[in-house]
């Protein structure tokens, strides 16, 4: 998946994944076809809580959640680009399960990453002291699916 979005788009790609063993295996994986994507650093890939992200690359343009968190992880949220879009299932292990579609409108609330006022931002790298508001989100109930569990690191 990492390796497939980052033709699409140039830039940086960032997967994570809360079990060291599957970002070991994403790295096999990409090396065998597209080791210049690592030798580049124009892949990164990281044991981290996907309910958390990576902070330290947002702003993000685009997000795709490969697990089905039992809620909005407005974490990750709130590292979307104002513009950005996340695709994420969300529902309960083993019931029902929606394709999302989350667009950020707008950035009343934290931005993580961005810094507009010139300042060093918070802990975070938050430009705007906030938090979340759900009016800077649209969105959009795409289809029905069933993913696996998305797990916490704690």
Known sequence: KTSLLNTLNEGK??????????VKLSQTN?????????DSSTVHLRTRD?????????PYHAIHVG?????????????LAVGGVMVVPVGPDGGTQYLYMVERVGDDGVV????LNGDDGDEMGSSR????????????KVLGVRYVPLVRSD
Do not use: C, T
């Not at 990409?30 to 690592?38: E, G, M, T």
């Not at 996907?50 to 947002?58: L, T, V």
């Not at 993580?112 to 810094?115: E, P, R």
């Not at 002291?129 to 959009?140: L, M, N, S």
């Open 13 to 22: 790609v960032y997967g994570i994944d809360v079990i060291p063993q599957l």
């Open 129 to 140: 002291k906030g938090v979340f508001r759900e009016e800077d989100y649209k969105v959009q």
């Open 50 to 58: 996907g309910w958390k992200g990576y902070p330290e690359g947002a």
């Open 67 to 79: 697990a089905a968190a039992a809620s909005f992880p407005k974490e990750l949220m709130m590292q």
């Open 112 to 115: 993580v990453g961005l810094n």
């Open 30 to 38: 990409i090396a065998k076809q597209d080791v210049d994507l690592l």
